[in-house]
T-cell receptor
Framework: DAGITQSPRHKVTETGTPVTLRCHQTENHRYMYWYRQDPGHGLRLIHYSYGVKDTDKGEVSDGYSVSRSKTEDFLLTLESATSSQTSVYFC????????????????FGPGTRLTVL | DQQVKQNSPSLSVQEGRISILNCDYT??????FLWYKKYPAEGPTFLIS?????DKNEDGRFTVFLNKSAKHLSLHIVPSQPGDSAVYFC??????????????FGTGTLLAVQP
Protein backbone atom coordinates (compact mmCIF):
# COMPACT_ATOMS: atom_id res chain seq x y z
CA ASP A 1 0.00 0.00 0.00
CA ALA A 2 1.14 3.53 -0.80
CA GLY A 3 2.18 5.40 2.32
CA ILE A 4 -0.58 7.97 2.65
CA THR A 5 -2.10 9.04 5.92
CA GLN A 6 -4.83 11.56 6.62
CA SER A 7 -5.57 13.32 9.87
CA PRO A 8 -7.90 13.59 11.55
CA ARG A 9 -9.95 10.62 10.37
CA HIS A 10 -13.15 12.05 11.82
CA LYS A 11 -14.08 15.57 12.78
CA VAL A 12 -17.24 17.32 13.91
CA THR A 13 -17.19 21.08 13.89
CA GLU A 14 -19.57 24.02 13.91
CA THR A 15 -20.50 26.38 11.12
CA GLY A 16 -18.12 29.30 10.83
CA THR A 17 -15.10 27.64 12.43
CA PRO A 18 -11.84 27.08 10.52
CA VAL A 19 -10.82 23.50 9.82
CA THR A 20 -7.54 22.09 8.51
CA LEU A 21 -7.14 18.58 7.16
CA ARG A 22 -3.71 17.07 6.70
CA CYS A 23 -2.39 14.61 4.14
CA HIS A 24 1.02 13.05 4.62
CA GLN A 25 2.84 10.82 2.14
CA THR A 26 6.04 8.82 2.40
CA GLU A 27 6.27 7.99 -1.34
CA ASN A 28 7.93 11.23 -2.51
CA HIS A 29 5.33 11.57 -5.29
CA ARG A 30 5.21 14.90 -7.06
CA TYR A 31 1.44 15.30 -7.33
CA MET A 32 -1.01 15.51 -4.46
CA TYR A 33 -4.78 15.97 -4.68
CA TRP A 34 -7.74 16.70 -2.47
CA TYR A 35 -11.16 15.27 -3.37
CA ARG A 36 -14.53 15.25 -1.72
CA GLN A 37 -16.98 12.39 -2.05
CA ASP A 38 -20.70 13.03 -1.85
CA PRO A 39 -23.70 10.82 -2.72
CA GLY A 40 -24.75 11.35 -6.31
CA HIS A 41 -21.56 13.22 -7.17
CA GLY A 42 -18.80 10.67 -6.96
CA LEU A 43 -15.34 12.08 -6.32
CA ARG A 44 -14.76 15.73 -7.18
CA LEU A 45 -11.38 17.43 -7.27
CA ILE A 46 -11.01 20.38 -4.89
CA HIS A 47 -7.37 21.40 -5.34
CA TYR A 48 -4.17 19.75 -6.42
CA SER A 49 -0.44 20.37 -6.11
CA TYR A 50 2.30 19.73 -8.64
CA GLY A 51 5.18 20.56 -6.34
CA VAL A 52 6.20 22.40 -3.21
CA LYS A 53 4.34 25.73 -3.14
CA ASP A 54 2.74 24.92 -6.52
CA THR A 55 -1.01 24.44 -6.35
CA ASP A 56 -4.03 24.85 -8.60
CA LYS A 57 -7.81 24.75 -8.37
CA GLY A 58 -10.03 21.81 -9.16
CA GLU A 59 -13.71 21.79 -10.06
CA VAL A 60 -15.10 22.56 -6.56
CA SER A 61 -12.50 24.87 -5.02
CA ASP A 62 -14.77 27.61 -3.63
CA GLY A 63 -14.48 27.85 0.16
CA TYR A 64 -11.25 25.84 0.29
CA SER A 65 -7.57 26.72 0.29
CA VAL A 66 -4.49 24.52 0.26
CA SER A 67 -0.81 24.72 1.08
CA ARG A 68 2.18 22.54 0.40
CA SER A 69 5.36 23.64 2.15
CA LYS A 70 7.00 20.22 2.02
CA THR A 71 6.87 17.42 -0.54
CA GLU A 72 5.27 15.07 1.95
CA ASP A 73 2.50 17.29 3.33
CA PHE A 74 -0.59 18.78 1.68
CA LEU A 75 -3.02 20.75 3.83
CA LEU A 76 -6.65 21.52 3.03
CA THR A 77 -8.21 24.44 4.92
CA LEU A 78 -11.84 25.40 5.22
CA GLU A 79 -11.55 29.03 6.30
CA SER A 80 -15.11 29.17 7.62
CA ALA A 81 -16.84 25.81 7.50
CA THR A 82 -20.40 25.56 6.18
CA SER A 83 -22.88 22.69 6.34
CA SER A 84 -22.48 22.16 2.59
CA GLN A 85 -18.88 21.15 3.28
CA THR A 86 -20.00 18.12 5.28
CA SER A 87 -18.43 15.33 3.28
CA VAL A 88 -15.77 12.66 3.14
CA TYR A 89 -12.43 14.08 2.03
CA PHE A 90 -9.79 12.00 0.28
CA CYS A 91 -6.20 12.81 -0.41
CA UNK A 92 -4.42 11.17 -3.34
CA UNK A 93 -0.89 11.11 -4.72
CA UNK A 94 0.65 10.26 -8.08
CA UNK A 95 3.72 10.57 -10.16
CA UNK A 96 3.81 12.72 -13.28
CA UNK A 97 2.19 11.56 -16.48
CA UNK A 98 4.88 11.79 -19.13
CA UNK A 99 3.17 10.72 -22.36
CA UNK A 100 -0.29 10.28 -23.80
CA UNK A 101 0.26 6.52 -23.95
CA UNK A 102 1.07 6.07 -20.29
CA UNK A 103 -0.55 6.75 -16.99
CA UNK A 104 0.49 6.63 -13.36
CA UNK A 105 -2.54 5.88 -11.27
CA UNK A 106 -3.46 7.91 -8.23
CA UNK A 107 -3.19 6.29 -4.82
CA PHE A 108 -5.74 7.34 -2.24
CA GLY A 109 -5.58 7.84 1.50
CA PRO A 110 -8.16 6.39 3.92
CA GLY A 111 -10.30 9.54 4.03
CA THR A 112 -11.51 12.07 6.60
CA ARG A 113 -15.17 12.25 7.49
CA LEU A 114 -16.06 15.87 8.27
CA THR A 115 -19.38 16.93 9.74
CA VAL A 116 -20.25 20.61 9.96
CA LEU A 117 -23.17 21.32 12.29
CA ASP B 1 -21.97 19.15 -17.00
CA GLN B 2 -20.99 15.61 -16.09
CA GLN B 3 -18.22 14.48 -18.42
CA VAL B 4 -18.14 10.93 -17.02
CA LYS B 5 -21.45 9.21 -16.32
CA GLN B 6 -22.36 6.01 -14.58
CA ASN B 7 -26.10 5.72 -15.08
CA SER B 8 -26.65 2.69 -12.86
CA PRO B 9 -26.36 3.63 -9.17
CA SER B 10 -26.52 -0.02 -8.17
CA LEU B 11 -26.26 -3.54 -9.54
CA SER B 12 -27.01 -6.89 -7.94
CA VAL B 13 -25.67 -10.19 -9.31
CA GLN B 14 -25.41 -13.77 -8.14
CA GLU B 15 -22.08 -15.23 -7.11
CA GLY B 16 -20.37 -16.91 -10.06
CA ARG B 17 -22.21 -14.88 -12.67
CA ILE B 18 -20.88 -12.00 -14.73
CA SER B 19 -21.05 -8.40 -13.48
CA ILE B 20 -21.09 -5.68 -16.11
CA LEU B 21 -20.60 -2.08 -15.02
CA ASN B 22 -21.03 0.66 -17.56
CA CYS B 23 -19.60 4.14 -18.03
CA ASP B 24 -20.18 6.83 -20.65
CA TYR B 25 -18.13 9.93 -21.33
CA THR B 26 -18.59 13.06 -23.38
CA UNK B 27 -15.10 14.55 -23.76
CA UNK B 28 -13.39 13.20 -26.89
CA UNK B 29 -10.04 14.40 -25.54
CA UNK B 30 -9.99 11.70 -22.86
CA UNK B 31 -7.22 9.27 -23.68
CA UNK B 32 -6.94 7.08 -20.60
CA PHE B 33 -9.63 5.44 -18.52
CA LEU B 34 -9.50 3.80 -15.13
CA TRP B 35 -11.70 1.85 -12.77
CA TYR B 36 -11.39 2.25 -9.03
CA LYS B 37 -12.99 0.08 -6.38
CA LYS B 38 -14.07 1.41 -3.00
CA TYR B 39 -15.06 -0.42 0.16
CA PRO B 40 -16.91 1.42 2.97
CA ALA B 41 -14.67 3.52 5.23
CA GLU B 42 -11.67 3.03 2.95
CA GLY B 43 -10.09 5.04 0.15
CA PRO B 44 -10.58 4.04 -3.48
CA THR B 45 -8.08 1.56 -4.87
CA PHE B 46 -7.01 1.27 -8.47
CA LEU B 47 -8.42 -1.77 -10.26
CA ILE B 48 -7.70 -1.67 -13.99
CA SER B 49 -7.09 0.86 -16.76
CA UNK B 50 -7.14 1.16 -20.52
CA UNK B 51 -5.51 3.49 -23.00
CA UNK B 52 -7.59 4.94 -25.82
CA UNK B 53 -5.38 3.17 -28.35
CA UNK B 54 -6.76 -0.17 -27.14
CA ASP B 55 -10.25 -1.62 -27.05
CA LYS B 56 -9.72 -4.24 -24.38
CA ASN B 57 -7.56 -4.82 -21.34
CA GLU B 58 -7.71 -7.90 -19.17
CA ASP B 59 -6.39 -8.62 -15.70
CA GLY B 60 -7.48 -11.90 -14.19
CA ARG B 61 -11.23 -11.82 -13.58
CA PHE B 62 -11.47 -8.18 -14.65
CA THR B 63 -11.75 -6.97 -18.24
CA VAL B 64 -12.34 -3.43 -19.42
CA PHE B 65 -13.75 -2.76 -22.88
CA LEU B 66 -13.55 0.60 -24.63
CA ASN B 67 -15.77 1.69 -27.52
CA LYS B 68 -14.41 5.05 -28.60
CA SER B 69 -17.00 5.70 -31.28
CA ALA B 70 -19.76 5.29 -28.70
CA LYS B 71 -17.74 6.99 -25.95
CA HIS B 72 -18.51 4.02 -23.74
CA LEU B 73 -16.53 1.70 -21.54
CA SER B 74 -17.51 -1.26 -19.46
CA LEU B 75 -15.98 -3.37 -16.72
CA HIS B 76 -16.67 -7.10 -16.75
CA ILE B 77 -16.07 -9.22 -13.67
CA VAL B 78 -16.15 -12.97 -14.28
CA PRO B 79 -16.90 -14.86 -12.13
CA SER B 80 -18.29 -12.44 -9.56
CA GLN B 81 -17.43 -13.12 -5.93
CA PRO B 82 -18.98 -11.76 -2.71
CA GLY B 83 -15.70 -9.92 -2.00
CA ASP B 84 -16.29 -7.89 -5.17
CA SER B 85 -19.18 -6.12 -3.45
CA ALA B 86 -18.11 -2.47 -3.40
CA VAL B 87 -18.64 0.86 -5.14
CA TYR B 88 -16.94 1.04 -8.53
CA PHE B 89 -15.88 4.39 -9.95
CA CYS B 90 -15.08 5.01 -13.57
CA UNK B 91 -12.52 7.79 -14.21
CA UNK B 92 -11.02 9.47 -17.25
CA UNK B 93 -8.13 11.77 -18.01
CA UNK B 94 -6.73 13.73 -20.92
CA UNK B 95 -3.10 14.46 -21.74
CA UNK B 96 -2.67 18.04 -22.86
CA UNK B 97 1.10 17.97 -22.90
CA UNK B 98 1.45 18.75 -19.23
CA UNK B 99 2.39 16.19 -16.65
CA UNK B 100 -0.72 16.42 -14.56
CA UNK B 101 -2.76 13.31 -13.84
CA UNK B 102 -6.07 15.00 -13.15
CA UNK B 103 -8.95 12.54 -13.16
CA UNK B 104 -12.65 13.10 -13.78
CA PHE B 105 -14.73 10.57 -11.88
CA GLY B 106 -18.18 9.18 -12.47
CA THR B 107 -20.75 8.98 -9.69
CA GLY B 108 -20.10 5.33 -8.94
CA THR B 109 -22.04 2.05 -9.11
CA LEU B 110 -22.68 -0.03 -6.00
CA LEU B 111 -22.18 -3.69 -6.85
CA ALA B 112 -23.71 -6.30 -4.58
CA VAL B 113 -22.74 -9.92 -5.22
CA GLN B 114 -25.21 -12.28 -3.59
CA PRO B 115 -23.87 -15.62 -2.27
Amino acid sequence: DAGITQSPRHKVTETGTPVTLRCHQTENHRYMYWYRQDPGHGLRLIHYSYGVKDTDKGEVSDGYSVSRSKTEDFLLTLESATSSQTSVYFCAISESRMTSRSYNEQFFGPGTRLTVL
Amino acid sequence: DQQVKQNSPSLSVQEGRISILNCDYTNSMFDYFLWYKKYPAEGPTFLISISSIKDKNEDGRFTVFLNKSAKHLSLHIVPSQPGDSAVYFCAATAYYGGATNKLIFGTGTLLAVQP
